[in-house]
Structure formats: C-alpha cells, structure tokens
C-alpha cells in the first residue's frame, strides 16, 4: 500500500495497527498449528485462535469500518489498512474465517435488521464460530441440485438430509445452510438458512483428507427444527442468496478482516531459496538454466497476480469491475498449486519425506502444502466452474449450465 | 521511490488514450492495410511488399501531437512520460496499425538517455513532424549491442544493420556502430547518399523490415563511441515495456474477436461457445492477457517513478508479453476453425503480427534469463 496516499486518520490508524500486532504479537503454540484455518482440529488450537480473534476485535482490527449497532467500530476507510497490516504482520490466522468472510458479507447484503443485530457481533470476537453446508454427497459443481429438504410446518422448517466438505463443522456453533422447499424448482425451490449446529438431530462425523489430516466434515441433519426468524432473505430466495456468500468466498467481496495467510510472494520468495539452497550433481538448482526459467516463470504469475490486484482498483485500466476480482480465486488457488509442484521438484527425492520425519526439508510443508493446495482448486467452485463463469459473465458466452 | 497506486494513469493520460482509440475506431487501419496486401499473398512468387502506411493517417496523428508525447517540452513536444506512450502503444497493437509512431516512440526514448546536443537536434525534428527509427542489430538479431555489424570511422558508417523495424516508413535512424573506442549510436537519414535500404521478405503484414548496407555513410555522432551501450541499456526498459504493450493490445483484440466469434459460430445446434471445450481455452487468453495488461502498467509506471525497478519491471512485462502472444494467436487460429486459416481473416494478420512482436527485443525465455541476473 502506497503510503503518499494515505490521510492522516489511515496514517496514524496505520501506525497504530503496525505498533500493535508487533506488540500483541502471540507467543507461538506448543504444536505448531496447521496451515491454514480449515484445517484446525485440535482443542488447544481452538482456544488460542479464539482468543488471537477476540484479542484483535478488541483492537478494532476486526469490523473497523462497520456500523457500531453491528458490533462494528464504525469508522471509515480503515480496514483495508487493517486487513493489509495483519496480512503483512504474519500473525496466526482468524479461526473464524466463515464467519467473517461469507456470513457476515451475506447477512450485509441479505439478512433482516434482526439477524444482523443478533449474529454478526458474535463472529467478530469468534464466540460463535460458522461453517458452511452448502456442498452434498450429490450436489458438487452443480451445487443446485442439492437435495437437504426443508419443510415448513407452522411456524417451523424441518430439515433433512446431509452435508459434505464442512470446514470447522467440528467446532461451529452456526452453519449457513441452503435446503431445498420446493422439488419442482431447480434454482427457485432453495431457500437459506442460519442453522444451529447444537441441535440434537445433527450429527457431525470427520472425514479424513489424503493429506492425514481431518479438519473437515460430513454432517447429518435429521428432523432438525429450524424457527422460521432463521430464514435469510424469501423463500426459494435462498440461490441468489447463496451467489452472494460465494462471490465472497472467491474473493471478489468487501472484506471485514484478513484472513491471514502467506502470501504467493512470500512462498514464491521461499521456494527460490529454497532452489538456492538445494545442490544436487554439484551445483545449486537454481543454477540451472532450465530449473531457473521454470521458477522465474512462476515468478512472473505471482508479481502479476499482485499487479492484476492494484489495477483492478483503476476504474480505467480494470476492463470492467468484475472482470479482474472473477479471476481471482482460479489464478490464486493455480499459481499456489504450481508453486508448491516446483518446490516438490527442486527438492527431487528428498520431497518424499513427509511432515514427521527429523530430515525433512521445512518439516515436510512442501508435501503436505501441496496436497493442500487441491482445497484452493476444487472448493468453493472448482477451477473448472470458475472458467465457465469467466466465460459466461466476463466474456458473453452461452451458459453451459 | 515508490510507484502511485494507480499506475500514473492520469485524467490526461486517459483522455489521450481515448481519443486515439476513437481516432483509430475511425480510421479501420485494417481495411486500409488490405489493398496495399493485393497480390502479395504466394509466399513462393509474391512480390516484395512496400512498407504500406496511410500518410495521411500519419499526417493527422503529427497534427494531433502524438508523435511528440514522448519529446520533451524543451525540445518542442509534449513532454510525457512511458506511461503515455504506452497507452498509444496499447491501441497500435489493439488496431495492428501500420505506423512510424511506433519506432519513433523507441527512438524518442533512446534519445532522452544520451543527452547531447546532436539528440536534442533529433528530438527536436521529431517534434517538427520527422520519423525515426532504431538500427542496433546484427545479423544474428542479439539485442547485445557489441553484436552489431557496423563499424565508424572518419565520421562515416561502413556495414549492415538488420532487422530494422519500419524501415520504408522512416525519415531517419539511429544507428549502433562500433569503432575503436567502443559503440557509439550515430544520426542518418533514410535518403543520403551511402545508405541503401534493402526491404526484407517478411511474414509480418503490419510492419516492414529491411538491412540497411552503409557506404562511408556520413552519420553525426547522437552518443560518443564508448557511452552507447550505456545509453542502449538505460533506454531498454522503455523498449521493453512498448513492445509487451503492442502485444497487450493486440492480444485484447485476440480475445474479444475469438469470444464473439464462440456466440455466433453454431455447430451441433448450439454457439461453439457452450462447449467448455472451447470456452475455457478463451478464458485461458484472458487470464493471461490481462496478467499481461497489468505488468505492463506497472513496467510503465515504474520507469517514470521507480527507475531503479524499471529494469526488472520491464523484463517481467516482456516475458509475460511473449508468451501471451504465443498463446492468443494458437488459440485465436485454433478456435476460428478453417476460417481463422484464411487470407480472407484478420485473425490472421494479428496472428502474424504477434509472432513477429513475440521476438523483438527478446522472447519469454531471453527475459527470463535476465530476469534471473536481477533477483
């Protein structure tokens, strides 16, 4: 962030958020913590990372600039400060980053004065953590077709059905949940809801990922009884709703915290070194002319993705305000995955030791990062359905559904 | 020093940049390049292609002062920096514009490194309406500048320049030359005795390229032999960043021109386009371009602020540039189908006009390696 730009508020805020992480900065756990948020399993870790959260809220580096009867701090222009301060700080990462990249974006847009008021303050201070059950055993990229049913009696909706690929569904208190009221209408039948997880009809069952880790879940909703106060947005609202929450998801939202995370640079800076540092037949790979373009090559994409992200700010240069923000969680979760893939080649054979062995290089982090790395292409819209909304809402071609 | 956000794209910039693309929006260069092609096309009999430009085009551009962006006020231009320049440069490539602008852009940079009084002559004339253009390659086509054919002495040129983009449309040149003491650049014109000018048979539809031979050619000293590999590679940034925004632009109109093509061009009853098949090869041109697009902005900016960066920005807007040129005219060929092979399609003559581009001044593999040199 250029900081000639700044007014004097953003200048001192800046300053403040600089001083403060350094200052608050926590001392680092007793077993290192996963590598990224989805993956938190242990109880020890939850703690922690609930408090790092509340700690940070406190500071108002959290909802900074949203209205105070929200739980917000109700300033103007500052979080984008915040939000790149903690991103540059490399702190721990916000547990609860459902919460405050998907409900809080979605109930801004959608939810009554009501639900705002009740659910948004909770997710700043991670009292209440979210998970999302959106995905199904049946309802993958076309995630329309979920069959979860919804079925109003009186006052009441009773939900049944299943969820898959639930991140933190182990520790939530509330899920964002899409069933469906109505069979006969593919996009229109869908309705939204808040659901809570303590509700004795669900069932919330690990699933392990190839990586050995578990962090996500399946979840099983049988006669759960869902007070109608808990609808966002009309009935059969609920996929234009969803839309929304995945917008944000793919990172061309508003934002209310960083979720902090290494950036490309950062691991594109590591891996270089990491080429530097690797002799293999008497010379550094990086001095290998065809190892070297291979790596500059990728330099390039992640000094691209910053810049693709300082001009989609330039009404003028930005081809459109979507165009470049749509793109976003394809090169991302691409770029993170092919850096990952040269690391395993710089480091040739010695990548096949894994995260528990004493001569693993980095502890085995280029391994398990790149299995990792699948969660950025398949989730949240797999590169392949990103493609086809690129083609479709950037580009003008015909849906293929 | 630290860049501006916003690339240094001004209110002013924006205008110029529109302006020019309505005025080229206009004109049609394409349509206007066409006759000129008329019997050219047999690669095996075809005739020796004049360096087409419209003059009139030219002279309108000259009277609208886009020749002088780039000339300093002092010297009686307009005294902007590359950011402006390659905002023009964006729309040559988006039009494939036959042009002297585009050479006398590389010239006017090249010029504002060296600093003598015979560069500010040159600049000055180039404010006054006159064409130039750069002479620095051997025959080997080696952007190392101790690889040139030439050789000064006695105040005259002896050898070969090749490879020398635009050379019909050009008034003067700025020549590599070495002598004793090292390589200087020195000033001819197109049209005195002792340079012959031989046009070369080129795939290129949109540009012409000849090897200019020297015959003691009187040429003015622009740069002392000594200083001007210097000069050449303090002004390599700047030739960089204009040739990966040719490339931007023309890779633009690629993209634009293959989408609609995929709404319209039905088969199996649907647009070609419903097919991901297809669909996604295109989204695949955007994604690239537009990473494209953005080095190229921020190479721009950072030789007009950031000149320490400018060289590393540079390379990575060129590298990035090549590629993508590689990659939209396969696919804008491909995806077209058997019409994108004909004569008859544009697709064709950006095809061509994007290969060429992808070499100049060093492909991907080249920049990278310089690339590697820096970080």
Redesign the interface.
């Known amino acids: 962030?250029?900081?000639?730009?700044l007014n004097n508020e953003q200048q001192e805020f800046q300053e403040f958020c600089r001083r403060w992480l350094i200052e608050n900065r926590p001392e680092p756990t007793k077993t290192p913590l996963p590598q990224a948020a989805y993956e938190v399993v242990d109880e020890d870790h939850r703690i922690y990372l609930c408090d790092w959260q509340a700690k940070c809220y406190e500071a108002e580096l959290i909802a900074t600039d949203l209205p105070k009867e929200y739980g917000g701090h109700g300033h103007t222009g500052l979080q984008q400060i915040a939000s790149a301060e903690v991103r540059r700080a490399k702190v721990p990462y916000f547990i609860n980053w459902i919460g405050l990249g998907m409900t809080v974006p979605t109930l801004l847009a959608h939810g009554s004065e009501e639900q705002k008021k009740t659910f948004l303050p909770p997710i700043f201070t991670a009292e209440h953590i979210w998970c999302q059950g959106f995905s199904e055993p049946g309802a993958g990229s076309d995630l329309a077709s979920l069959q979860t049913s919804a079925e109003k009696q009186g006052d009441l909706w009773v939900i049944n059905g299943s969820k898959v690929w639930t991140s933190l569904g182990h520790f939530a208190q509330w899920m964002l949940l899409l069933a469906r009221n109505d069979k006969q209408n593919k996009y229109g039948g869908i309705t939204y809801f808040l659901a809570p997880m303590d509700h004795p009809g669900i069932t919330v069952n690990p699933i392990h990922k190839m990586t050995g880790e578990s962090g996500f879940n399946e979840v099983f909703l049988d006669q759960v009884e869902i007070g109608d106060h808990l609808r966002v947005d009309e009935i059969g609202a609920g996929w234009k709703v969803a839309m929304s929450t995945l917008t944000n998801e793919r990172g061309a939202g508003v934002g209310v915290g960083a979720v902090a995370g290494e950036s490309p640079k950062l691991v594109m800076q590591q891996v270089?070194d990491l080429a530097k540092g690797t002799i293999r037949n008497g010379q550094s790979v990086w001095d290998d002319?065809i190892w070297?373009?291979r790596l500059?090559?990728m330099?390039?994409?992640t000094?691209?993705?910053i810049?693709?992200a300082?001009?989609s700010?330039?009404k003028?240069?930005n081809?459109g305000a979507m165009?470049?923000p749509l793109?976003g969680k394809?090169?991302g979760s691409e770029i993170s995955q092919e850096l990952h893939h040269l690391a395993l080649g710089v480091l040739g054979l010695k990548s096949s030791l894994y995260t528990r062995d004493e001569n693993a290089a980095d502890d085995g982090k280029w391994a398990l990062g790149y299995m990792n790395t699948y969660t950025g292409t398949i989730s949240g819209g797999s590169s392949?359905i990103q493609?086809?909304i690129?083609?479709?809402r950037?580009?003008?071609?015909?849906?293929?559904k | 020093m630290?860049?501006?956000?916003?690339?240094g794209?001004s209110e002013d910039i924006?205008m110029l940049k529109e302006t020019f693309a309505r005025f080229l929006t206009d004109k049609k260069p394409i349509n206007m390049l066409r006759p000129s092609l008329e019997g050219t096309e047999d690669p095996y009999h075809g005739s020796i292609r004049t360096g087409f430009y419209d003059e009139e085009t030219w002279q309108q551009m000259v009277e609208l002062g886009w020749h002088a962006v780039a000339v300093p006020e002092d010297n009686g231009g307009i005294g902007m920096g590359l950011v402006a320049a390659v905002a023009l440069a964006e729309e040559i490539g988006q039009f494939a514009l036959s042009t002297p602008l585009s050479a006398t852009l590389q010239a006017c940079f090249l010029l504002r490194e060296i600093k003598s009084s015979a560069a500010d002559q040159l600049l000055t004339d180039i404010a006054a309406g006159e064409s130039a253009g750069l002479a620095i390659h051997g025959e080997q086509g080696s952007l190392e500048t101790d690889s040139t054919d030439v050789t000064f002495a006695d105040g005259t040129l002896t050898g070969t320049a090749w490879y020398v983009t635009d050379a019909q449309k050009l008034d003067h040149f700025i020549v590599a030359a070495a002598s004793d003491n090292g390589v200087g650049l020195f000033r001819v014109a197109s049209n005195q005795p002792g340079v012959s000018l031989h046009p070369d048979r080129i795939v290129d539809l949109t540009r012409d390229q000849a090897h200019l031979v020297f015959h003691q050619a009187r040429a003015e000293t622009l740069c002392e032999p000594g200083k001007g590999e210097h000069c050449l590679q303090a002004a390599l940034p700047a030739l960089l960043t204009l040739a990966a925004a040719d490339i931007a632009g023309a890779a633009e109109w690629q993209?634009q021109t293959t989408?609609e093509y995929?709404?319209v061009r039905q088969q199996f009853d649907?647009?070609i386009?419903?097919?991901?098949a297809v669909?996604?090869p295109?989204?695949?041109m955007?994604?690239q371009t537009?990473?494209?697009?953005?080095?190229v902005?921020?190479a721009a900016c950072a030789f007009d602020y950031d000149k320490e960066d400018a060289l590393r920005c540079a390379h990575?807007a060129k590298?990035?540039a090549s590629d993508t040129a590689s990659l939209s005219s396969q696919r804008s060929t491909q995806l077209h189908g058997g019409i994108g092979f004909t004569w008859e399609a544009d697709i064709q003559i950006y095809h061509k006009r994007q290969i060429h581009s992808q070499f100049l001044f060093g492909d991907?593999?080249w920049q990278?390696?310089k690339?590697?040199e820096l970080?």
């Open positions: 962030m250029s900081e000639s730009r270089i002319p070297r373009d500059i090559k330099y390039e994409r000094e691209a993705a810049q693709n300082r001009r700010k330039v003028a240069l081809g165009r470049i793109q394809v090169t392949e493609r086809n690129l083609g479709e950037i580009l003008g071609m015909p849906k293929t | 630290s860049q501006p956000k916003d690339f794209f924006s993209l989408a995929a709404k649907r647009p386009g419903f097919f991901q669909k996604h295109i989204v695949d955007m994604i537009d990473e494209t697009r953005s080095l902005y921020n990575l590298s990035n991907g593999t990278r390696k690339l590697a970080i």
